[in-house]
């Protein structure tokens, strides 16, 4: 039975959204999961043109909100917040017994400067995202309960 994920931050337009998808592309076999925000707001379009990239087509996509998936009574194994630490005051906690964990990332939207250097931005956050979830998946497939307490 696969686990389920529930990625958060504050808008769901960005770090949440490229977590969700290369949990799905890396790991649709053991994980089951979606992302949210406490504000949800529309997708960055850097985000969706730099997941191209990585052959991930999130054009049209929804962003969605965790309270109202808490309150369609919705449970995860686990809830990641990927809020960055400037923000992390803001950073929700989805209720319910659920294994937390915090991954801090650069807000993309709060990038400046022309197209090219906020796509180039995100393109380094989203890589240290895949990162962090690649290497949480190799944990996890070597030892669950480890890889819960490393995160």
């Not at 979606?34 to 969706?48: C, H, Q, R, T, Y």
Request: glycine content about 6%; proline content about 5%.
């Amino acid at each position: 039975m696969k686990k389920s994920i529930l990625i958060v931050c504050i808008h769901n337009s960005a770090r949440s959204q490229m977590a969700e998808e290369f949990f799905r592309k890396f790991a649709g076999d053991i994980f089951e999961v979606e992302s949210a925000g406490i504000e949800p707001g529309k997708l960055n379009p850097m985000v969706v043109k730099a997941l191209k990239d990585e052959d991930i087509h999130i054009d049209g996509k929804s962003t969605q909100s965790a309270f109202d998936l808490h309150q369609a009574g919705r449970s995860y194994d686990y809830v990641i917040t990927v809020c960055d630490p400037e923000a992390a005051e803001r950073c929700p906690i989805y209720p319910g017994t659920v294994k937390r964990m915090h991954w801090p990332f650069k807000d993309p939207s709060s990038f400046t400067g022309s197209e090219s250097e906020r796509l180039e931005g995100t393109r380094i956050v989203m890589n240290e995202i895949k990162d962090r979830v690649q290497g949480f998946i190799q944990e996890y497939r070597a030892d669950p309960d480890k890889a819960i307490q490393n995160n």
